[in-house]
């Protein structure tokens, strides 16, 4: 009876994301820092009080002009970690139940995307989403471990810089990044597995382990940066946790996996003005930033060809995007008056997104369809 209640209770769930889509947008806007205020006093970016809009309206006064913008949440300069993580929670939890999620920070380097995902190192109250996500996931992990589950986490780290894949993890850091003769390719097996060659994955048992290799990768990023120009701004950062719950008493199995992406800084660098190395970037940014738009568009819209295959980054989070996986999207915007141009493309970016949500429900999954999924027998 108690399962019997539990799979309705999820399946209940299910049907309620189901009817809402599986595609969220958050907007997060910073606070004015110390160098923006440098440009002058005012602030470029309001917020509407009327109760329709709250909590989920951003305006952006341009040259007298208004431009109106509506998410499924805004955060305001004085929103907290905490919050922002209140919101998202759910989503990671998720991940336990045997979902892909994947969830983005996108926007203009220096708009907080960072600071969203990591958060401040060493400051219990600016953590960010990674490391709070990992403590929730440990946690509840615990407490499942009384109902009879086993789970087994594994974390992989990468990086896609100019399309190609760089191991944050491995051991071997002596060659330096894009010299080496490794090329690591990606591969999607039956089961919606994905495998990248030659990536270190590491089993990991608590998030103090996690955090240790956060350390590493952000080490291991650092080292690319002093030799490739501000590197880190320029790649997309990929962190991976693959979770397998095994309940052998339920005789049920699952298997989420949670992707964690810290994007390329959103700005547009002058084609005209950027040469070789630097011009490069600036193609593969565009081009992998603008697939994703592609894909999230063409999956929202059901269309038949979904170009997954047009990016590293969309290939390699194929499984991950399409079917019932859920996708959230926070954009990091600046209120300064000298970003206004970026915020405004970050915003029309994301409302690109998010509005092909509106009045196309997602594929509807049969019960049958979610009884094999949770194995409710
Ligand atoms: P990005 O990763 O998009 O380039 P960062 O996360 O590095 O941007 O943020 C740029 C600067 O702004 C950092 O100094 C960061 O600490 C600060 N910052 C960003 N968001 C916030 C916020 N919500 N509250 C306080 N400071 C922030
Ligand atoms: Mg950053």
């Known amino acids: 009876k108690l399962v019997e209640g539990e799979a309705l209770r999820k399946k209940l769930h299910n049907t309620i994301l189901e009817l809402k889509g599986n595609i969220r947008v958050f907007c997060r806007v910073r606070p004015l820092l110390y160098d923006d205020a440098a440009d002058t006093e005012t602030k470029s970016v309001y917020f509407p009080t009327t109760t329709e809009a709250l909590g989920r309206g951003v305006e952006l006064l341009q040259n007298g002009q208004k431009h109106s913008f509506t998410f499924d949440k805004v ?55 990674i490391p709070r996500s990992l ?50 390719t990606i591969k999607h097996d039956a089961n919606g597995n994905t495998h990248v060659s030659d990536l270190t994955i590491v089993d990991v048992r608590s998030s103090r382990e996690v955090s240790y290799l956060l350390s590493r990768a952000a080490q291991s990023r650092s080292v690319g940066k002093t030799q490739m120009n501000e590197q880190s701004s320029r790649s997309h950062f990929v962190f991976t946790l693959r979770i397998v719950g095994v309940n052998e008493s339920m005789d049920q199995q699952v298997q989420g996996v949670l992707n964690l992406i810290d994007l390329a800084g959103s700005e547009r660098l002058s084609k005209s003005g950027s040469t ?73 970016f994301a409302a690109r997104v998010n509005a092909c949500e509106i009045g196309t429900p997602r594929r509807q999954m049969s019960a049958r369809q979610l009884d094999a999924r949770f194995n409710y027998g």
């Not at 995902?117 to 953590?127: A, C």
């Open 75 to 129: 955060f305001v300069p004085e929103s907290s970690q905490e919050d922002v993580f209140e919101e998202v929670s759910q989503l990671v939890q998720s991940a336990l139940d045997g979902y892909k999620v994947c969830i983005f920070a996108y926007g203009q380097t220096g708009s907080g995307k960072t600071h969203t995902m990591m958060g401040t190192p060493g400051n219990y109250d600016e953590k960010g989403l």
């Open 135 to 184: 403590e929730q996931i440990f946690e509840s992990r615990q407490m499942l471990q009384n109902q009879g589950w086993k789970y087994e986490m594994q974390v992989s780290m990468l990086e896609i810089y100019n399309e190609t894949i760089r191991d944050l993890l491995s051991t071997n850091r002596s060659s330096p990044p894009e010299s080496g003769t490794k090329q690591h």
């Open 276 to 348: 070789g190395d630097r011009l490069k970037e600036t193609q593969a940014i565009n081009k992998s930033l603008s697939s994703l738009s592609d894909v999230i568009f063409a999956l929202a819209k059901k269309e038949e060809h979904v170009p997954f295959r047009n990016s590293k980054l969309t290939y390699l989070l194929q499984p991950c995007l399409g079917g019932d996986s859920k996708t959230l999207m926070v954009v990091n915007v600046s209120p300064a008056p000298s970003s206004i141009n970026e915020s405004l493309c970050s915003l029309r």
